[in-house]
């Protein structure tokens, strides 16, 4: 069984500042770190590669320096990891990202035998879009699965797989075929810690590196910000409200103060509390 | 230059112009997807029919309902209820094999109905069918598509403007799809505000094949286990909310926030930091990422009040904050400040809350 894992190495949004003045982000020395969504992804690959035997490649699109990213998702025992950087990616947003994403996928397909699976995380806590998943499965043909909580059964035989999605209101039971691109629930399983035996492979594995050519890209315009439908006009901080909070002291019975106050600036809310309240 | 890339496409890709290139200039109004699952719309369609209205009138323009289902009295009946949210007419594709959402026959059936009908723009709930489904359309249709909008307007030129939270939500950006149609956006459910609903009659229905069959599609669905009511959380309809955030300090400490919601019977709710710490369930994320909330009485407690969180707040009629730091963003749009540490403070409002609200107390008071 072949697996692949779509990961994005991306800055650590709590670490995140907005320079006070210039209103510009300030991305100097923020930390890098494993999308934590796709940290599930990987691991629900590798529990996989436990049962059924095979190998787990992780693929991710990115500046050199996500290098140190892929190094670490080897450390949980990955097989392999390929590295898509080239200055055509740039400025991709997610239409052009899964362009180059699916043409990878293909060469991987080629090098190293096709996929089974490709995972990805829920979403990115950089873009946030849950977009690139999907994308990437319509361009490659793949069965489509998202938000999968669970997966029942894989039979690798009749090439079927049984999941449980969470949709809007409840659970699905599906039943799909492979080759399928999965997106996984956070939260649905444990990240396990490396080995350290793994840990020493990883810090002498090789990253495969490839350029947009590597890859076997056709069409450069489709790539990076050309390919990209979307554009970026104006980036800005919220205006702030003409008036800022109204500061109240709260003396030395600060509940019952609270109360009161809350009560006198807003008159209906005893009632509407008052009716929440009955039969608590 | 690839020759691929300058022919022209049913809907999107062309050459990167300046001007919108000529056949998709027949892209024409505002479309929004009705999500409905088993003859339920979800209230985040009606939420989009109120923005779409917007646009249509500032483009000069028709807004039309899509509605995807079954073949049943309960789908005719969504597409009557979205005259009465607004919809000039309506496109509908019915047949049984849509009873359940599938990701193959709902993007197939949506992309049929964009080539044939050729919307300039296209509205989805940005809600777990919303986004497994837009995704898969838009690359189908290789155009741009922008997820989690907060406002939506038009330009001068007459493109959409779509304005989102960008950087983990420390800012906002507008974003633009100016050479590929339909313009795709999302937006999530509570961000938009519910227009009056407006007894209307029926206008035009039009009704499009699915053009495929059962066979054809391979994902099968086995069951479906409908989530049971006491685990639902009320979050984004509650009246009352009350949040912590990272000021709480520790996970034991946000029991707190629990025994002050069931004093007042609020909801209770958390911000980003916490669900990623894995200190509360992501059910209860309020911002951006999380649940966008609506209420009457909105009280955070430790929180900072990034942007993040700041979007999925703005829409409370009253926003209490309390925070140890008197310059947390927080008060920025809070409409009352407790400069104060929230562990401290919070044991204190529950018992000044269950005294006053307590049916003893209020029986006292009335007599």
């Known amino acids: ?280 | 230059m690839n020759d691929k890339a300058k022919a022209p496409a049913p809907a999107g890709r062309a050459a990167a112009k300046k001007e919108l290139p000529e056949h998709l200039k027949a892209y024409k109004h505002v479309w929004v997807f009705i999500e409905q699952e088993r003859g339920q719309a979800h209230p985040v369609s009606w939420e989009l029919m109120g923005a779409g209205r917007i646009l249509a009138d500032k483009l000069g323009v028709n807004l039309a309902a899509v509605v995807v289902g079954a073949r049943n009295e309960a789908t005719q009946a969504v597409v009557r209820e979205s005259f009465n949210y607004g919809a000039d007419l309506a496109y509908l594709v019915a047949d049984d094999i849509l009873t359940d959402y599938r990701n193959e026959s709902y993007t197939k059936a949506m992309t049929d109905l964009v080539n044939a009908y050729q919307p300039e723009i296209l509205l989805l709930g940005a809600t777990i069918l919303g986004r497994d489904l837009a995704g898969s359309v838009a690359t189908t249709l290789l155009t741009g598509l922008t997820a989690d909008c907060t406002e939506l307007d038009v330009d001068a030129e007459g493109s959409l403007a779509a304005t989102r939270p960008t950087f983990g939500g420390s800012l906002l950006c507008t974003i633009f799809t100016l050479n590929y149609r339909p313009q795709m956006a999302t937006v999530r459910p509570r961000v938009m505000p519910m227009p009056e609903r407006v007894e209307k009659p029926i206008g035009r229905v039009i009704e499009h094949p699915l053009g495929m069959v059962e066979d054809d599609i391979v994902t099968k669905v086995l069951s479906f286990l409908p989530d049971r009511d006491s685990t639902k959380s009320n979050l984004a309809f509650a009246d009352v909310v009350v949040a912590g955030g990272l000021g709480l300090g520790s996970p034991e400490n946000f029991q707190l926030i629990r025994q002050l919601a069931s004093a007042i019977g609020a909801e209770f709710g958390c911000s980003r930091p916490l669900v990623q710490k894995g200190w509360v369930s992501s059910d209860r994320q309020i911002g951006q990422t999380g649940k966008t909330i609506r209420p009457k009485l909105y009280i955070a407690a430790g929180i900072s009040g990034a942007i993040q969180h700041r979007v999925g707040v703005e829409g409370a009629d009253y926003i209490v904050a309390i925070n140890t730091d008197k310059n947390a963003p927080i008060f920025d749009f809070a409409h009352v400040g407790i400069v104060a540490d929230a562990v401290r403070l919070l044991p204190a409002l529950t018992e000044a809350f269950s005294k006053r609200l307590s049916p003893h107390q209020r029986d006292r008071l009335a007599s």
């Open chain 1, 1 to 280: 069984m072949h697996i692949v894992v779509c990961m994005k190495q991306v800055p650590d949004s709590a670490q995140i500042r907005v320079h006070p003045v210039t209103n510009t982000i300030m991305r100097q020395g923020v930390p890098t770190i494993i999308n934590p969504y796709d940290l599930f992804a990987i691991e629900e690959a590798l529990r996989l590669r436990q049962k059924f035997g095979g190998a787990v490649t992780i693929l991710t699109m990115g500046p050199p320096s996500a290098e140190d990213s892929l190094r670490k998702a080897l450390t949980f025992g990955a097989d392999r990891a390929v590295l898509l950087t080239d200055r055509f990616f740039a400025g991709a947003d997610t239409l052009a990202t899964t362009y180059a994403l699916a043409t990878a996928i293909r060469k991987i397909g080629v090098e190293f035998g096709p996929p089974n699976i490709v995972f990805t995380g829920k979403q990115t806590i950089d873009g946030d879009t849950a977009q690139v998943g999907p994308g990437v499965a319509k361009r490659l043909g793949l069965m489509q699965l998202t938000y999968v909580s669970h997966i029942d059964n894989v039979d690798l035989e009749a090439g079927t797989i049984d999941v449980e999605r969470r949709s809007e209101g409840g659970v699905q039971k599906l039943r799909s075929k492979m080759p399928c691109l999965i997106s996984i629930l956070e939260g649905v399983n444990e990240m396990r810690i490396g080995s350290l035996s793994d840990a020493l492979t990883a810090a002498r594995a090789n990253i495969i590196k490839w350029s947009a050519q590597d890859a076997g890209v056709e069409d450069i315009t489709k790539c990076g910000l050309r390919g990209s439908p979307t554009i970026v006009k104006r980036v800005f901080a919220p205006k702030p409200r003409a008036e800022k909070a109204e500061f109240i002291e709260l003396g030395d019975k600060p509940g019952d103060a609270f109360v009161d106050e809350l009560f006198k600036r807003r008159p209906k809310l005893e009632a509407e509390l008052g009716q929440l309240t009955r039969g608590y």
